[in-house]
């Protein structure tokens, strides 16, 4: 066969190659942003929604002190998320009441 052909063959299959490549790698990085931003979106809802306020605390134990009495002392704001409520800062506001000798705060699920 004429080697010109053979040449012009082989510049039109590497150009249809490049396209596709190139094509491919378009198609990948759409798919790399979407999955990111759902990632992102998923973090933002986890950390905002109604849905993940804290609803219910329970008090363990405790001679000298109500559940109320706790809870009022841990001064939890309202519709604190579940995921971001301060758990240190909890445990050292009740810590800071003479009668309470430990705390322990922790996440649970209802």
Avoid at 72 to 98: D, I, Q
Wanted: hydrophobic share 45%; glycine share 4%; proline share 5%.
């Amino acid at each position: 066969m004429n080697p010109e052909v053979e040449r012009l063959r082989r510049q039109s299959a590497q150009r249809k190659y490049r396209k596709r490549l190139y094509a491919v790698r378009r198609l990948w990085a759409c798919a790399g942003l979407l999955l990111l931003v759902l990632v992102a979106e998923t973090i933002v809802l986890l950390l905002t929604s109604p849905r993940l306020w804290v609803s219910r605390i329970e008090v363990e134990g405790g001679d000298t002190l109500t559940p109320a009495e706790v809870i009022r002392l841990a001064a939890l704001p309202a519709e604190s998320n579940y995921y971001r409520a301060p758990l240190h800062e909890l445990a050292a506001r009740v810590r800071r009441e003479p009668r309470v000798v430990e705390v322990t705060v922790r996440r649970g699920v209802v």
